[in-house]
């Protein structure tokens, strides 16, 4: 770089005239400024990673300043109320209003486009049903093959897979507090069960990904004895075996060293200091038949209490495989969670975020028209996550085969999330997803807590004023020719005519499988239970 050339002689000569006419005539603190300024374009000129700064010295600042801050610029200025992105301010409004006991109704008509292609709608009864208590509940679990079954009474809404490390401890003592006050489930995510987890007493369902943390073997295998020790502990009421998640399927996970403090560290059980690695796949098995035997141990080893998996769906023949080998062995998991590909709080790279991963709704139909062209629907329940923030949203996916829902960024919101999108960065505005002591200082948990309870209870009682006006009694009644979405400006359908349903037991006639869907027609017949590969 050459220090003589006009340009760099020309603004250091003007930053050292300024500096000097405001130091013989003016307050202190100018010719301060003016002498930090100096120092600032001085280093601009010497570092070499960034030519802006080269080029543009101090100026270059104010543009890395407003490009910092432009999600807020966006958010706050320049957004639209009704474009997800990932979620709308009216979204994000009301579960705010909810949580916080805020009135949650909206004047003057509906700011959505009702003649979009895509617009959805519930159509409603002449003759509504009596509103009903909002306390809506399914049994998940009482294995017909399990004589030790704990089956469990779960709430429709509960709490998606967070996990301490992800999420802040305060963050974590919030949810599961409003769980307890709630009596819905907290999801604990992968990342095992922390002291935070237990603390309020809230009921979990451990979620148990590849790395096995809270049950693994110092080699990162799974370990019997350390799964023992956690899920028969009576908050523990169901067991989930995660394959894959919407946010980045069939992609691994590594907690660099540096942010493995020593509770991430007791709680997932892996070395302070060293990276915290997730593999892409288990250990524990490699086939169908293999992944249910898993399962029914789990089962066993856990007291009998419900456990099942949680995938995003990918390539189809893989579930065929995994509901083939159900066939062949008997063994059937309590329940199946959907994770659709809209992605979730988890960081990942763009492309999976965008573009890998099967949406939650064409997954939910093809893992619930699986199950009943299987004729299994009636023995595994289904859960399903994905944008899931208000009662509309619940109604939607139960109507299309779920059997309940989970939220994730929900309960962020109800937390205070504002959507700064820098969970990864732990910078988190709100102390919701940082490990930065000084940061969760702000996220105050007695308050939260209520917040979250309050959430829950609030989008359960607009969804009972929701299926009254449809003249439905509970949330099981909801099916697909409740739903109606519209296609063009001048056309219609219900969603069970734009969607595929298979009837009970097709699956199983070959001489049915001609006439079905292609998804079915072309693999089903493609997998096997011995191998998650396709047959050629």
């Not at 007291?303 to 893989?318: R, S, V, Y």
Request: glycine content about 8%; proline content about 7%.
């Amino acid at each position: 770089m050459n220090l003589l050339s006009p340009r760099y002689l020309v603004f250091t000569a003007a930053i050292v005239t300024l500096a000097a006419s405001l130091a013989l005539a003016a307050p202190w603190w100018i010719p301060l400024t003016a002498a930090a300024l100096t120092v600032v374009g001085i280093a601009d000129l010497l570092q070499t990673k960034r030519a802006l700064r080269r080029n543009y010295p101090i100026l270059a600042h104010f543009r890395f300043f407003f490009e910092s801050i432009r999600p807020e610029i966006r958010q706050y200025f320049l957004e639209d109320d009704t474009v997800a992105e990932p979620f709308s301010r009216n979204q994000r409004s009301i579960v705010y209003q909810r949580a916080k006991m805020d009135t949650d109704k909206r004047p003057f008509g509906t700011q959505l486009d009702v003649y979009a292609p895509g617009y959805e709608w519930i159509n409603h009864s002449i003759s509504p049903a009596p509103e009903q208590h909002h306390d809506f509940r399914i049994e998940i679990g009482n294995h017909p093959d399990c004589p030790r079954a704990q089956p469990y009474s779960a709430s429709v809404f509960n709490i998606s897979a967070m996990s301490f490390g992800a999420l802040s401890a305060n963050a974590i003592l919030a949810l599961n507090g409003g769980a307890k006050a709630g009596g819905f489930m907290h999801d604990t995510g992968e990342g095992s069960i922390s002291p935070y987890h237990r603390q309020n007493g809230g009921d979990l369902v451990w979620e148990i990904g590849s790395g096995y943390f809270g049950c693994r073997n110092p080699d990162g295998t799974f370990s019997e004895a350390n799964f023992v020790a956690n899920a028969t502990t009576p908050q523990v009421k169901m067991i989930e075996l995660k394959m894959s998640q919407g946010a980045k399927p069939g992609h691994g996970g590594v907690l660099p060293g540096a942010k493995v403090t020593i509770e991430i560290a007791t709680t997932r059980g892996v070395a302070m200091g060293q990276d915290c690695i997730s593999p892409s796949k288990h250990s524990a098995f490699g086939t169908p038949l293999e992944m249910l035997a898993f399962i029914d141990r789990l089962r066993t080893l856990s007291g009998g209490k419900p456990t099942g998996f949680k995938l995003a769906i990918g390539h189809p023949w893989e579930f065929f495989g995994i509901v083939k080998a159900m066939l062949a062995t008997g063994i059937t998991p309590d329940f199946i969670v959907v994770d659709g590909g809209e992605g979730g709080t988890g960081a990942a790279p763009v492309e999976f975020t965008d573009h890998v991963g099967t949406p939650l709704q064409e997954a939910l139909l093809l893992v619930h028209n699986t199950l009943v062209g299987a004729n299994l629907r009636d023995k595994i329940k289904i859960g399903a996550s994905g944008k899931i923030v208000t009662a509309f949203d619940i109604a939607r996916i139960l109507a299309l085969g779920a059997d309940w829902c989970n939220s994730a960024r929900g309960f962020m919101f109800a937390l205070g999330c504002i959507q700064s999108q820098s969970c990864h960065t732990d910078r988190c505005p709100t102390g919701v997803a940082t490990q930065d002591h000084s940061r969760q200082r702000a996220l105050v948990v007695p308050d939260k807590t209520r917040r979250v309870a309050n959430f829950h209870e609030n989008t359960l009682k607009a969804l009972a004023q929701l299926i009254a006006a449809a003249g439905l009694t509970h949330p099981s009644q909801l099916k697909a020719h409740h739903l109606v979405r519209r296609i063009s400006p001048n056309q219609v359908k219900l969603a069970s005519a734009l969607l595929p349903y298979l009837e009970p037991g097709e699956l199983l006639d070959p001489s049915q499988l001609s006439r079905l869907p292609p998804v079915f027609g072309l693999y089903w017949p493609m997998a096997q239970a011995e191998s998650f590969n396709p047959v050629c």
